[in-house]
């Protein structure tokens, strides 16, 4: 006999649905992530890996969790619903204890990375692997130096030079003079920095509401798996039902009293 609500069991079953589907979205983004950094150059920020496998580990055990609950509430198992409910236990904690201080140091994203950068400039004398980044990214981003073409000094590398068809379209390039002003190269306008901040802040808004998303799931899921497995560990428990206190009933009016009948 069943021992679980129907309409309970039922929208446990639509939730965990709803729940692997958020598991495929997030490894769909990792993927779409990996397919854009690439194009774009991104291949060489820092971080850029551990990001990636942090999404692909989360929609995985997403994706696993749900079918352990969608299991546990099909076949009313109460041993999959508890393990079910202690994974959305230290779920929601490990969401709260994550995204919180994500969504606070939000702001200062920006700014650290910015001073990051600025560590490693002038970039002609930067080291080897800073110099091949640098250069990567201004051949796949067409830009120019982190902040300025000046970060190159007086050592402008080929990646920043514009072509002959860039130089065509207008605020493309710019042309600069060169070797203490002797010579003038057209290099392009834009600078790298905003372009890889933008990406870095869009990569982190995501992973912000990712989590916060995972976490108010984590605390429904508790909810309904707790509901779950207190009905299956009392199935033959009567419903509660409500009853009006006896000092809040109405007496019965005066004229309703007993009277001994008259005697003939």
């Excluded at 041993?79 to 969401?95: P, R, T, W």
Aim: glycine fraction near 6%; aromatic fraction near 8%.
């Amino acid at each position: 006999m069943t021992q679980v609500n129907t309409c309970l069991k039922r929208t446990f079953t639509v939730f965990n649905i709803f729940f692997a589907i958020i598991g495929g979205f997030i490894i769909a983004l990792a993927l779409l992530s990996q397919v854009l950094t690439n194009v774009n150059g991104g291949d060489n920020l820092e971080g850029r890996t551990a990001g990636l496998i942090v999404l692909y580990v989360v929609g995985s055990v997403t994706m696993v969790i749900a079918i352990l609950g969608a299991y546990g509430a099909h076949k009313e198992s109460k041993v999959s619903l508890i393990v079910f409910l202690v994974c959305m236990v230290i779920g929601s904690l490990l969401m709260l204890r994550t995204g919180i201080p994500a969504a606070a140091g939000r702001p200062k994203l920006e700014g650290m990375l910015s001073d990051r950068f600025h560590q490693l400039l002038p970039l002609d004398t930067a080291s080897e692997d800073v110099k091949n980044m640098a250069n990567n990214l201004q051949t796949q981003l067409h830009c120019c130096g982190l902040f300025s073409y000046r970060d190159w000094n007086q050592n402008i590398p080929n990646s920043c030079l514009c072509d002959q068809e860039e130089e065509e379209e207008e605020g493309t390039c710019q042309n600069i003079n060169y070797r203490y002003f002797t010579s003038t190269k057209s290099v392009y306008v834009k600078t790298c920095f905003p372009i890889i901040a933008h990406y870095v802040l869009l990569v982190a808004d995501v992973m912000i509401g990712v989590v916060f998303t995972l976490g108010v799931l984590a605390l429904l899921g508790l909810v309904l798996s707790s509901i779950m497995i207190h009905q299956m560990r009392y199935p033959d428990r009567p419903p509660v039902l409500l009853s009006v206190p006896a000092i809040f009933s109405t007496p019965p009016p005066k004229y309703q009293e007993l009277h001994n009948p008259p005697q003939y």
